[in-house]
């Protein structure tokens, strides 16, 4: 396997100790996706030489216990990792008892920080992940700016970077009231909102296909482009999220975030370049170019479901009416898109899981080929599979061999597991997000623009949801009415 190289040795910012806080670390993020990614990060030696792991919760531990509550929360797989790298990695942790919302926690917090400062006698970087529910994000960002903790000591002896997750908000109100306190304590560099599908290997490859193949970008627009479909299907339930998702629902679960930031990277511009400014700015044009729909379109534009069988999943209220699928026909002003219907989907309980995108050609018009086969029209399909078995898939037409001129359909694939360099290469999307956050890098990290811009779409289709009929689909349902 070739192993990037995550910092420049030149730069000495990224070089210089670092501690990565994580409030909430005895929470599900923390275990299924931190944790094992910082291990990833750390066993490939691309976490900085001076590196501590700061854990922050409401449990009490000793320190044994809490190494071996983190140990088990690895999940190791065996032979994943050497022994070695294990038992050195959680010699990197430390762990602070405290309360969310008691200011001498924060205090306590702050002294321990201070202390690994004065062990390796610098002021170190600091990252904070909030891995808590985003009800809790106010409450902890103002004991972090009451008590300090996040104050960079200046730009070049240690800078502080703070990571939240999704959702941003819960409408366009909160999302703004979120984003004024985030701007209060941190300068926009500062921030690092994840979209864990921004990080997806094969949804980068959108824009290097697009914009490294100059065949298909001069067709990349109204003229030649029927439609677009967005798909993120998941075969299972909502499992143990019951509680949680019931209070939000498919939309704000994955469609405000994850199909949007799909949607952006199919029919953004080019950038221009690849620095993270513009890719942002050319990402967030597309949401605000998304047209709202208005009230009496909804139930036209816009299906939401639920599976039988989701009142009684645990946590979940018996008589909810939340939703477990969305389907929206979405369209982009503007002169590249104007027309084009993007229709955004996704649900739980479906046939089969996947995340992929059909761009679908226009039709040759058959009169010109004055043939009476009935496959001249067949459109040309591309698919991105971005998972499970990444890859392409280009759909065209060929001449049925034989004396006639009939055509039929066939397809060209592309699969990064038939490419062993390429499948074994593939970073966890953690594993990036947070080797890019170390390292500075707010590429695949949302904007503020961004979120702001998805939210004023998604909010007007959330202010008519009780308008719209919730189709009940059985569980392993293929195709939803
Ligand atoms: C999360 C959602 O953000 O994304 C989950 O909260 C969803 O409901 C998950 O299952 C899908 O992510 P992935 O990477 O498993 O496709």
Not at 76 to 88: A, L
Not at 120 to 139: A, Q, T
Not at 143 to 157: F, V
Not at 339 to 344: C, D, I
């Amino acid at each position: 396997m070739t192993v990037q190289p995550a910092f420049k040795s030149t730069d000495p910012i990224t070089l210089h100790p670092t501690i990565f806080i994580i409030l909430g670390i005895t929470g599900d993020l923390a275990s299924r996706k931190l944790l094992p990614a910082l291990l990833e990060l750390f066993s490939k030696k691309l976490l900085p030489p001076q590196f501590s792991i700061v854990g922050f919760s409401r449990r009490s531990f000793s320190r044994e216990e809490f190494r071996d509550l983190i140990r088990e929360h690895l999940n190791v797989r065996p032979g994943q990792f050497r022994e070695e790298d294990i038992k050195h990695f959680l010699d990197h942790m430390t762990y602070e008892q405290g309360l969310f919302n008691d200011p001498a926690a924060y205090t306590r917090l702050h002294l321990q920080l201070q202390s690994i400062d004065d062990r390796w006698g610098r002021c170190s970087n600091k990252i904070f992940h909030l891995s808590v529910p985003p009800n809790l994000y106010e409450g902890i960002l103002t004991h972090l700016s009451n008590s300090r903790l996040t104050e960079p000591c200046d730009d070049k002896t240690g800078w502080t970077r703070i990571l939240i997750e999704k959702p941003f908000g819960n409408d366009i109100h909160t999302a703004r009231s979120l984003d004024k306190m985030l701007g209060k304590l941190f300068d926009e560099k500062q921030i690092f909102r994840i979209d864990h599908y921004l990080a997806k290997e094969a949804l980068q490859n959108i824009l290097a296909f697009r914009f490294s193949n100059p065949m298909f970008e001069p067709i990349w627009n109204k003229d030649h482009i029927d439609r677009i479909h967005i798909k993120l299907y998941e075969s299972n339930g909502v499992g143990d999220r019951g509680e949680f998702y019931d209070s939000i629902g498919a939309l704000k679960d994955v469609g405000q975030n994850h199909i949007l930031a799909i949607l952006t990277l199919i029919a953004m511009n080019d950038p221009g370049s690849l620095g993270a400014d513009a890719i942002r700015k050319e990402r967030a044009k597309i949401l605000n170019n998304l047209k709202m729909i208005p009230p009496r379109k909804v139930r036209l534009d816009v299906v939401k479901g639920q599976y039988v069988g989701y009142t009684s999943e645990k946590g979940v209220k018996p008589l909810s009416t939340t939703e477990t699928y969305f389907r929206i026909k979405a369209y982009i002003s503007g002169s590249k898109w104007n027309g084009v219907p993007f229709y955004l989907e996704s649900g739980k309980a479906l046939a089969e899981s996947k995340a992929e995108i059909d761009v679908y050609f226009k039709k040759v018009k058959k009169a010109h080929w004055n043939s009476s086969s009935n496959n001249f029209d067949v459109p040309n399909i591309l698919t991105f599979r971005i998972q499970p078995d990444e890859g392409i898939k280009i759909k065209f037409n060929v001449k049925t061999p034989g004396y006639g001129f009939d055509v039929e359909p066939k397809t060209l694939k592309f699969k990064y597991s038939d490419v062993s360099s390429f499948h074994d290469a593939i970073p966890n999307d953690y594993e990036r997000l947070l080797r890019d956050a170390f390292a500075g890098d707010q590429t695949l990290f949302a904007s503020t623009e961004e979120i702001i811009a998805s939210w004023k779409f998604i909010t007007p289709i959330l202010d008519n949801w009780s308008e719209l009929p919730l189709v009940r689909y059985e569980k392993g349902t293929k195709e939803i009415g």
